[in-house]
């Protein structure tokens, strides 16, 4: 019997050892060559069914399934609406070029982009009524994972991540979006280290030489919902130096140049630490709400880049575009006021709560304001490049029509205040009952139907 015990005993600690020991992350794959007309792009996701007439971008913000839930909404009222394009009846969801998330919202935006229309079969099931969060508690003290866990290799947002690619996305991978020929989504994370903002796009991963391809659409998800604390950072391997990569002309002139008042240096002097693996062997990617909980930034981040906005539509065969749509999903929190009628200073977990939510509710008012004061620079720029040579004119179709309409989809447009405070204090976490679900998407197709700009774009487009 003695014997016995301490046979299963050795068995049981061998096998806890192993576990301990074989528990790694999965690496992200490393690029052979760069080329840079290759791989998951925007100039290689042009579908020449959608009109070449106009741009939508489509951003996601952050916050849990209260955030999916909300921006899943929005894609349900713009696959109900219809409209005439060239001649030709469509769903302006169909007309969606580009989708930018973080956090919450990057479930929804993986999820379409994987999988398309099937998303309004099953995704509430998968996803948004589902109790995520008790299932991700459940097998974190699984004593299998435990003893994962151990691993100084293999963490939380692993062992979430794990979860994702079986339960949600079923093993998709950026390739698979790439290949689906929908919208170009962008997934975003924010690297720990210097606060920049990381997409999930091959843009952005030839600098640390990496092949974007077979990365997992659920590891992207993965980084870009790792609440601080709560989750932990998702880690990437940098390869830089690798593959022949060399730095796009626009961003090479931007950092000879040196000017530190142009934002555009700003944004390049960012990648400079990413192209030396040897001190900078990892990336540690956490919530992209850190960074941008819009997502909007990546859209606007990448015109600046190109140097102008005739550049960017160039680059992705637009040169006949008229109609530039930005709808911007927000499914921002508010403070709660009622730590205002206590006189004891607020718990801990109410304070960074609150910080949290400030400093995010501050940034999207600049990122929105940073949107509408390049609006006027981008109609010049199309119109000088476009109508070269010519008489500049404004008529519908001709070289100086380009109009730019920003929908803003946002839990203030509701008249009713306690509506607003209900949808803004619903909790976050992913775990939300299915009523406040059903609310969630019904309040979206309410917000963006009833909105004065996205009214003026549906009499346009009937023009």
Known sequence: MHRRVIYWFSTALLTCLLLTGCAHYPLNQQLREYDPNAGYRAKSMRVPEKSDDMLIFLTLSGGGTRAAAFSYGVLETLANTEIVSEGKSRRLLDEVDTISSVSGGSFTAGYYGLFGDRIFRDFESRFLKKNVQGELLARVFNPLNVVRLLSPYFDRSDLAAEYYDREIFDGGTIGDIAARKGPMIIINATDMTYG???????DMFDVICSDLAHFPVARAVAASSAVPVILSPLTIRNYAGSCNYTMPEPIAHVLKENDITDRRFYLASNIKPYLDAARKPYLHLIDGGVADNLGLRAIVDRIIFRGDFWKTIRNTHHENLHKVVFIVVNAETQPDSRLDMMESPPALAAMLESYSTIAIERYNIETIALLKENLKEWTEQIRSQRCAGKTVSTAPGSCGDIQFYIVEVKFDALRNEMERL??????????????????????????????????????????
């Open 422 to 463: 209900y949808f803004k204090r619903l909790t976050t976490s992913f775990a939300l009952d299915p009523e406040d679900v059903d609310n969630l998407r019904a309040a979206a197709g309410r917000i963006l139907s009833e909105s004065a700009e996205f009214q003026q774009l549906l009499r346009d487009l009937r023009q």
């Open 196 to 202: 920049m903002r990381v997409g999930f796009t091959q």
